[in-house]
T-cell receptor, first 114, second 117 residues
Framework: NAGVTQTPKFQVLKTGQSMTLQCAQD?????MSWYRQDPGMGLRLIHY???????DQGEVPNGYNVSRSTTEDFPLRLLSAAPSQTSVYFC?????????????FGAGSRLTVL | AQKITQTQPGMFVQEKEAVTLDCTYD???????LFWYKQPSSGEMIFLIY??????QNATEGRYSLNFQKARKSANLVISASQLGDSAMYFC??????????????FGTGTRLQVTL
């Protein structure tokens, strides 16, 4: 079991470039989500999905797109990167969206936008 | 209002001593879950312990216990017999959400724990 796999681990972009952060899980989890972590601010929810074909916005969705075509994959797209999107991004999944379910996190992707 | 408040940006504890990391939360839901995660310097998020709002007993997992005081809306993490490997950032989080809606995990700003010899 690989758990939650994120790629790439590190990425440097120029302002205005686009990219996709990949997230895949092999635990047959229905719920998947993306967080960003900035110094002094904890983790903030960007987007989440409760199943294939279903996505919704979190606390800080602007500048990001997601899709969920399969149960396993939940990519995060930056359409036009800005320096404010410099952050560490975490993908996380759980068996379902209910309150008692523990989120399993990927190792994180560190993005720098110049 | 902040949903999760961790008032201790940094804490020091001597090896083998116990330490309490504070967490208070704010919710109007009757049903919610409280979590603690550990983030070592390597960056991964490691689940430590969970407490449900209806659980009558405080949760325990090895050296970790959660001091849950529902009326005070606090969910403090107690680490007993601290080890050097406990040095890390610790995050308190809450998962709330009504029936039929996806519950979302909200994090506090974290407490950096340093274990000393």
């Amino acid at each position: 079991n690989a758990g939650v796999t994120q790629t790439p681990k590190f990425q440097v972009l120029k302002t205005g470039q686009s990219m996709t952060l990949q997230c895949a899980q092999d635990m047959n989890h229905e719920y998947m989500s993306w967080y960003r972590q900035d110094p002094g601010m904890g983790l903030r929810l960007i987007h989440y999905s409760v199943g294939a074909g279903i996505t919704d916005q979190g606390e800080v969705p602007n500048g990001y797109n997601v899709s969920r075509s399969t149960t396993e994959d939940f990519p995060l797209r930056l359409l036009s990167a800005a320096p404010s999107q410099t952050s560490v991004y975490f993908c996380a999944s759980s068996y379902s969206e209910t309150r008692a379910n523990v989120l399993t996190f990927g190792a994180g992707s560190r993005l720098t936008v110049l | 209002a902040q949903k999760i408040t961790q008032t201790q940006p940094g804490m020091f504890v001597q090896e083998k001593e116990a330490v309490t990391l504070d967490c208070t939360y704010d919710t109007s839901d009757q049903s919610y879950g409280l979590f603690w995660y550990k983030q070592p310097s390597s960056g991964e998020m490691i689940f430590l312990i969970y407490q449900g709002s209806y659980d009558e007993q405080n949760a325990t997992e090895g050296r970790y216990s959660l001091n849950f005081q529902k009326a005070r809306k606090s969910a403090n993490l107690v680490i007993s017999a601290s080890q050097l490997g406990d040095s890390a950032m610790y995050f308190c989080a809450m998962r709330e959400g009504g029936t039929g809606t996806a519950s979302k995990l909200t994090f506090g700003t974290g407490t950096r724990l340093q274990v000393t010899l």
